[in-house]
């Protein structure tokens, strides 16, 4: 048997279809390079993929096309002849093929351990197995193998190897391994070329986007372009809904929005547009990946349930804390600070417009409060009117100590005041006003979240 090999490096292409979009793919740069494998992604995904150590990943944007290119290792292609007397060395003996259960006795001489493979045309392997000379006997099987011409190699742990071309009808395939063959034995082998990946070909795909649960699965890409693929991403369930201190009205237009952040704890909110700008319909409630952002009232992990967390303003827009006491003279305009990515902190003009589209800040506060969870007081009502849904999640003054929960609610704003003081709203039980104000930037306050 005269072997022809040569290495090279395959990489695989996997062509994609996300739920958003349609792809069409130009073969320019599969015609350019016949051993690359191209995998256009479309939408606004993270895609990664894993095949052991290795790991390809790429940040695709939304409606445009970028492309995946996945090495698949080491190959090598191997052309298997007959010397012209047909004999083949120390070979291994196929005693009997019948409707797919192969008997294969492999002598112990070149075959005290035995790697047994079997390969279908294109290279691709379908079955693999271990057998021993110290074993009573070894059956190697697979269920529903397609009919088809496969090539089965045997490989000796002391560098024999032996291979033969196998017919299968299709259905159940098996391999019963014995040892204490013929090694004289003649067995005819036809040409038949193979690409024998040296690792397995399978590759971990995973698929992220914001909001959306993750698609994972396995795909066995071959060099070149892939066939089309159709990828769902379902919406990660939320938990929104009327709340105890919730209230919704007709007429309002309210959404969900599931924060996917490492540390965020997959939690959702409740949203509302007012006056042409979607607002967090809660106060947000992120404690950052390393659980140390922002506080919860008295430290206790009831309050953040009910009333979010409370934030240093520092806090709130990702500053170095050394700005507590210093100008940081930055823009407030779509400053994101601790909210999620498409969201960001409302500077003070935006609860000015917020204050407008209620009708004005006299009235606002009664317009605004959740009917529920502020302490009670004559002639004052709160109708939560455009579910809104403020609480009165008091603050703390960045010494321990903590004030005012269920008699007044404070948010911060992106606006900076001076070198240690930043702006904020407050609004308090026994008043309909919102008050504008400032405060200093080591206080902790509530805070809203506005879409960007």
């Not at 159940?172 to 070909?201: C, H, P, R």
């Not at 240093?312 to 804390?321: D, G, I, S």
Request: aromatic letters at 10%; proline letters at 2%; a positive charge.
């Amino acid at each position: 048997m005269t072997h022809k090999c040569k290495t090279f490096q395959h990489i695989g292409v996997l062509k994609v279809l996300c739920v958003l979009c349609l792809l069409s793919l130009t073969k320019t740069a599969a015609a350019q390079d016949p051993d690359t494998a191209f995998v256009p992604f479309i939408v606004n995904v993270k895609v990664k993929a894993v095949q052991g150590t290795d790991t390809v990943e790429i940040n695709v944007t939304a409606n445009k096309a970028d492309t995946l290119k996945l090495p698949l290792g080491k190959t090598t292609s191997v052309r298997y002849k007959t010397s012209q007397n047909g004999q083949q060395g120390s070979a291994g003996v196929i005693i009997n093929n019948n409707r797919g259960k192969i008997s294969l006795n492999l002598p112990v001489q070149g075959y005290k351990s035995a790697d047994i493979s079997l390969y279908s045309v294109n290279g691709k392997r379908v079955l693999r197995g271990k057998a021993s000379a110290s074993e009573a006997g070894k059956s190697i099987s697979r269920p529903n193998l397609v009919a088809g011409v496969y090539l089965l190699t045997v490989k000796g742990g002391d560098g024999q190897s032996f291979s033969n071309r196998v017919t299968h009808r299709g259905g159940s395939f098996s391999i019963g391994v014995s040892f204490g063959g013929n090694e004289n034995a003649v067995n005819s082998l036809s040409t038949m070329a193979v690409s024998a990946f040296s690792e397995s070909d399978a590759w971990g795909i995973k698929i992220s986007a914001n909001g959306y649960a993750d698609s994972v699965y396995q795909i066995v890409p071959s060099a070149g372009v892939n066939p089309l693929q159709a990828i769902t991403l379902s919406i990660v369930e939320s938990q929104c809904g009327e709340t105890g201190h919730g209230h919704f009205n007709s007429g309002i237009s309210y959404g969900c929005f599931t924060d996917t952040r490492a540390g965020a704890n997959n939690q959702s909110y409740r949203t509302v547009v007012i006056g042409g700008k979607t607002w967090f319909a809660e106060n947000l409630n992120y404690a950052g990946e390393s659980n140390n952002v922002g506080v919860c009232y008295l430290n206790s992990a009831d309050s953040c349930a009910k009333y979010g967390r409370l934030y240093t303003w520092t806090e709130a827009m990702k500053l170095f804390q050394h700005f507590q006491n210093t100008l940081w003279n930055g823009s407030d305009v779509n400053h994101q600070g601790v909210c999620p990515v498409g969201w960001r902190l409302p500077n003070d003009n935006d609860w000015n417009d917020l204050m407008t589209a209620v009708g004005g800040s006299s009235t606002a506060g009664s317009k605004l409060k959740s009917q529920t969870g502020w302490r009670s007081y004559s002639g004052i009502s709160s109708t939560d009117e455009f579910g809104f849904s403020a609480l009165p999640g008091g603050y703390g003054n960045g010494g321990g100590n903590f004030i005012n929960a269920g008699n007044r609610g404070f948010w911060w704003s992106a606006t900076e005041d001076d070198a240690r003081d930043a702006r904020y709203r407050i609004m308090h039980y026994d008043y309909d006003n919102v008050i504008g104000f400032y405060n200093y930037k080591n206080y902790q306050h509530s805070l809203r979240c506005l879409s960007d």
